[in-house]
């Protein structure tokens, strides 16, 4: 299995304007579209990752079968007309595939470089892919992602030293209302990272949180982390009358709030400011609110930009961790290689043993009578030949002198013990 | 040789307070801290010397030296300096130093192009009204600019924010909402020192023409820039405008306040000219 098999489809916040990702973001849960390209022709194994800044595919094809056809239409859909794909899309095979996995899952290759939610993210997205999509080489490798990002974590700062979302919001907020004491928050949604950012307005001492949550029951949860209060999602209207700051990030496929809803309310907060941040991907808010006097709104590509301000404080913590990443690529590339080579030596050592088996039955009998020890001692001496012998051949498949050469290797030692049928 | 002081005070004045813009200037680009306090110390001392001419003309003259074009001028920019320094004593507004010590400058120079002679009083301005009347409305001006620079502060903040490319201005300035706040308290103290100049005015009408309001060129402008500001006062306690708005509000009410300083005065004459 040669590692050129791993192929990665991906788009991300770099290649692909929020607008287009929307519509790519999974909306209906992992099932069932892992279900439909497991079942592409010539997929081996697959896993699926969509988050807000992302969606990766990646695939195990079978060989000589042309992924590059059936996986990017897979992906876009009917969001992205053909000719477009190449302007989003970005595809990696074999070690390349792997070490942008790597990258992503240590946060490298993340909107805001060292945010620790990505890793959460690919990990419950595997344990969709694990249920049946994931075969032996995946499983692997996404464990090895985890493994790499939790070394990057421990071995750099790239974690501590994360300028995350929250701390961008945060900076916009003081320049808008200056003291964010005796402002309220209010929190649309409860996901993850307006959790994050809530609780960095909270270290800033703001007065009060609120949650408005479609399900009351986990906006209660999330409020008491807080000491803040629940609401439902039918009093948004008059929560947004008292709110200074709204962090939205709700699951709604549709804007959940309009232009033409806000300018009402703005009349009755007496144009007091109001500052939104939407997180959600699909936008939860309507793009024209940022027109609208006194209101400024903030989405996940405007704080990007704000984030890239502050960026090269942590190229150097970067360096390192790409260093990581570029090493744990190379070991898992040594891993598929042992993959590959592991069955031509099992049956190479099939064949010693068979052959030693063979040789023993037909002398046995002619020795007459022999105690257990001295056949015993008879099976052990022709198994050390045999393993002798093959301890040659088994350090040349299994050395990693040169890359490349495994194919060749496995070739030669197939040729020499004529295994070309039994393996392919 | 009081002339002679009164002549080198002024140059002083001029340097002092380019210096000090400089200075600001240099604080704002660099943002290093001891720059902006040899930038205030020297503020401070234009402001001293500022004082200090107006005396010196004081004495020079024998009457409240507010009636030449270049008096007037420089009476506006002590009241700003002075508006500034006392708005400073309460509140801190990020890099507004910079700004209102550049408006100081610029007043001066315009002071220091036009004539500087010293005339004799005509008898109608002899009347211990002059100075009350006078530098009550020049003392609102001073506020009233301050509400200026706040807003023109506010209006690139806030294009900054709205359009998101939070650039060199964005770490500068301070927060929306302390300029706005900074532009209620300058636009409140302004509009009633206004009000007072406008009131004192017209009874000194009275008391020299016989008739508390006689639509003189200058009179309607003050009245029309009165309007403009109450008109804001009015839409802010009623229903809460502020912000951007309020911003433009300020500045459009400051260009009428130059207008009444300097437009009256070229374009439309009146018993308010300034002795040429």
């Not at chain 1, 962090?247 to 500052?275: E, Q, Y």
């Amino acid at each position: 299995m040669p590692s050129e098999m791993i192929r990665l489809y991906g788009v991300n916040h770099k290649t692909t304007p929020l607008a287009v990702r929307e519509q790519l973001a999974l909306s209906s849960g992992y099932e069932e579209p892992l279900s439909r390209l497991v079942a592409l022709p010539g997929c081996r194994e697959a896993f699926l990752l969509s988050t807000c800044n992302r969606v990766e595919v990646i695939v195990v094809a079978e060989h000589g079968v042309d992924m590059d056809a059936i996986v990017p239409s897979f992906l876009f859909g009917d969001a992205v007309h053909p000719d477009k794909y190449s302007e989003y899309l970005y595809n990696y095979q074999g070690d390349e595939a792997v070490h942008h996995l790597f990258m992503v899952a240590a946060s490298l290759d993340s909107m805001i470089v060292g945010e620790s939610q990505i890793l959460g993210q690919i990990k419950e997205a595997y344990r969709h892919a694990s249920t049946g999509a994931a075969g032996p080489i995946l499983n692997k490798l996404l464990h090895k992602s985890f493994s790499v990002a939790k070394r990057v974590r421990t071995e750099t700062k790239i974690g501590s030293a994360a300028v995350s979302i929250s701390y961008a919001a945060v900076e916009l907020a003081r320049k808008i209302f200056g003291g964010l004491q005796n402002k309220k928050v209010l929190l649309i949604g409860a996901g993850e990272m307006a959790e994050l950012a809530a609780e960095n307005l909270m270290g800033q001492g703001v007065a009060e949180v609120a949650v408005a949550n479609r399900t009351l029951a986990n906006g209660v949860v999330l409020a008491r982390r807080f000491r803040g209060r629940a609401v439902a999602l039918d009093e948004l209207m008059l929560e947004l009358e008292q709110a200074d700051i709204v962090i939205s990030s709700t699951g709604a496929s549709d804007v959940i709030l309009h232009c033409d809803d806000m300018r009402p309310i703005m009349r009755a907060r007496r144009n007091k400011p109001i500052f939104f941040i939407d997180i959600a991907v699909p936008r939860d808010l309507d793009p024209a609110l940022n027109e609208l006097e006194n209101i400024y709104l903030y989405d996940i590509d405007d704080l990007n930009n704000v984030v890239e301000m502050n960026k090269s404080g942590r190229e150097r913590e970067a360096i390192s961790a790409r260093r990581i990443v570029d090493e744990e690529t190379l070991k898992f590339r040594n891993w598929l290689d042992g993959l590959a080579v592991n069955p031509t030596i099992a049956a190479l050592r099939r064949k010693g043993e068979a052959i030693c088996q063979a040789e023993l039955e037909r002398t046995l009998p002619r020795l007459g009578d022999l105690s257990v020890q001295q056949r015993k001692a008879l099976e052990k001496m022709s198994a050390a030949i045999c393993s002798k012998f093959l301890h040659d051949p088994l350090c040349y498949m299994k050395s990693d002198n040169h890359r490349d050469q495994t194919a060749a290797k496995i070739q030669i030692i197939q040729k020499v013990f004529g295994f070309e049928d039994e393996h392919s | 040789m009081i002339g002679e002081i009164s002549y080198l005070l002024f140059q002083l004045v001029l340097a002092a307070s380019f210096l000090s813009a400089a200075a600001y200037v240099v604080f704002f680009i660099s943002r290093r801290e001891q720059v902006r306090t040899i930038a205030r110390t020297i503020l401070l001392l234009s402001g001293l010397l500022q004082t200090a001419y107006i005396l010196s003309r004081y004495f020079l003259a024998g009457y409240t030296p507010i009636t030449s074009q270049h008096e007037a001028v420089v009476f506006f920019a002590w009241s700003v300096t002075w508006a500034y320094l006392s708005f400073r004593w309460r509140y801190t507004v990020k890099n507004f130093g910079t700004f209102v010590s550049i408006l100081v400058v610029l007043l001066l120079l315009v002071a220091a192009l036009v004539s500087r002679e010293v005339a004799p009083l005509p008898p109608a301005l002899q009347s211990w009204w002059l100075p009350v009347h006078a530098s009550v409305a020049v003392l609102s001006y001073g506020f009233l600019a301050l509400a200026f620079c706040g807003g023109f502060m506010y209006l690139i903040q806030e294009w900054e924010l709205k359009s998101k490319r939070l650039g060199y201005f964005f770490v500068r300035l301070p927060s929306l909402d302390s300029l706005d706040q900074l532009n209620r308290h300058c636009l409140t103290i302004g509009f009633v020192f206004l009000t007072l100049g406008i009131i004192t005015g017209s009874l000194w009408a009275r008391q020299a023409w016989g008739a508390y309001w006689q639509w003189d060129p200058k009179e309607t402008w003050s009245l029309i820039t009165w309007l403009l500001y109450a008109a804001q006062m009015h839409q802010r306690l009623t229903v809460g405008w502020r912000g951007r708005r309020a911003a433009i509000m300020a500045i459009v009410g400051f260009l009428s306040v130059l207008f009444t300083l300097w437009g009256v005065t070229f374009l439309l004459g009146g018993a308010h000219s300034y002795a040429q």
